[in-house]
């Protein structure tokens, strides 16, 4: 009697076929994670990778995944899109001549794998794991430390080691590690140098956003202590520094887009409109191209703090000539920056501009109805201001 044979189970890297790749002069390795991929792509989405995206960033209620899930996800199909775009592959190319066999047989499981299951971290490509996300806020937090006269990890490392290894601080226990927190950045501070004070203040940046997860910071404590630390680190005077605005400028700008806690979310303004005129198209230029960058490697939330950096560096240095550009790229996804930069307008009796700056905006969006409704009021008081 003949045994029957049993299905192979594949896992998402497990090796499903190679392709030479002449103008790369190497072999494309197909995976079953690209396998199921294209299965999706095609069967789920007609083919369209942006309607696929899109299915990923918002997935049906009750499909569990964490951002992080997502996020490698994401870049794994963004990667394979690119993959296939450069060197002239179609979805076809890729499956091979059992393609259409395919489509119907690992059709429930690619459902499964990639819509359905959270990927177990065992199980996660490469492109899964190593995210823009997660590289661009390494480099945020530590990647331009060589650029500083002397390297912050000179003091993270010892300020790290203030927190217990693992657990949590309790809203009445941050009392007491704010102390300690305290103690050292000021016992450090009265007794150095320039180069040392700027390496002082941001290993402190660093180190209280890698463990804040940690706390309960429901009292408020860690975060004054932060914005604290924020404020006379942006002051200090780096004229003898040897480090160039242009090195200091770029590690703080990515810091402040990746610092996801709200800090400094006080601090800000008042940092953007403190800047040496000198430094503005400097700051700029960084802002924009953080915003151009982040946006084509689809990291969304980010992109998203950029532009409103941006926004807020032109609102407070009254860079008029910028609004309505800027308005047009905000929409109504977020209310704040758009109705600061038309009340900056109005402040300064610049009335078309005020009212334009919502007119740029309007469209559909999360606070569409709500920006409709300012529009209309300050329309009513513009009405009464000048007759």
Known sequence: MTTPSRAVTHHGNDLYREIPLPSARKLFRVTYWDVWMLVVLVSECNGDWDKFANQLRHPDQG???????????????????????QHNLSIADVLGEDATHLLKSEKRRAKRKILEDSPPEWEQSPWMIHTPKEERKARALRGNWDRFPISPAHYAEPMARLFKPSGWYTENQSFALERK???????KAARASLPELIALYRAFLTVIIEKMNMVDDSYGVIGDLSSRVFEEYVKLDRAAL????????????EWLIWEDYGLTYQ????????????HLPLVEQILRTQWDELRELEVEYQTEKALTMLGMLCTQQQLF???????????????????????????HKRYELALAVYEACLGPGMHETFLRAKYAELQKRIKREVG
Request: aromatic residues 10%; hydrophobic residues 45%.
């Open 321 to 347: 000539d910028r609004f309505l550009d800027l308005a047009k790229e905000m929409g109504t996804r977020h209310w704040q920056r758009i109705t600061t930069m038309s009340e900056m307008a109005e402040k």
């Open 267 to 278: 601090e800000q303004p008042v940092f953007f409109a403190g800047l040496d005129p000198e």
């Open 63 to 85: 499909i569990v995944f964490v951002h992080r899930e997502i996020d490698g996800l994401l870049n794994h199909l963004r990667l394979l899109r690119q993959t296939l775009a």
């Open 242 to 253: 040897a480090m160039s605005p242009a090195d200091f400028f770029q590690d703080l700008i």
């Open 181 to 187: 927190l305290s103690g050292f950045v000021d016992r």
